[in-house]
C-alpha cells in the first residue's frame, strides 16, 4: 500500500504560477510511473501529465503542453507538477496517480484556484 500527500494547491490569479507535490510514504515509488490528474466540478476526471520511472520520459496533455512541467525526486519519493501562466480553465482538484504493475494509488488531491 502506498500512501500519498499532496501539497501546494492553491489560489492564484491568471498568468500566475504554482507547484504541486506528492510525497509517497514507499521507496517503490522509484519504480513506478506516476501522473497527475485533474477534476473541475461537475467535470470527469482528465489525464493531465505522467513520467516514468526514470524521468526520462514525459508526456503532457494539449491543454497543458508548454505551461506545466512535471519531474520527479526518487532519493525523496517526491513527484512535482510546475504549473506556470496558469488560467481559470485550470480550475481543479489534482490528483497524483502512481500506477505499480497492475496497482494504483491515488492521492486525496489539492485545489488550484485559478482567478480571472
Known amino acids: 500500500q502506498v500512501q500519498l500527500e499532496e501539497s501546494g494547491g492553491g489560489l492564484v490569479q491568471s498568468g500566475g504560477s504554482l507547484r504541486l507535490s506528492c510525497v509517497a510514504s514507499?521507496?517503490?515509488?522509484?519504480?513506478?510511473?506516476v501522473g497527475w490528474f485533474r477534476q473541475a466540478p461537475g467535470q470527469e476526471r482528465e489525464f493531465v501529465s505522467r513520467?516514468?520511472?526514470?524521468?526520462?520520459?514525459?508526456t503532457y496533455a494539449d491543454s497543458v503542453k508548454g505551461r506545466f512541467t512535471i519531474s520527479r525526486d526518487n532519493s525523496k519519493n517526491t513527484l512535482y507538477l510546475q504549473m506556470n501562466n496558469l488560467q481559470p480553465e485550470d480550475t481543479a482538484v489534482y490528483y497524483c496517480?502512481?500506477?505499480?504493475?497492475?496497482?494504483?494509488?491515488w492521492g486525496q488531491g489539492t485545489q488550484v484556484t485559478v482567478s480571472s
Open positions: 496517480l502512481v500506477r505499480l504493475g497492475t496497482s494504483e494509488y
Open positions: 513520467i516514468n520511472y526514470s524521468g526520462e520520459y514525459t
Open positions: 514507499e521507496p517503490t515509488f522509484r519504480l513506478a510511473t
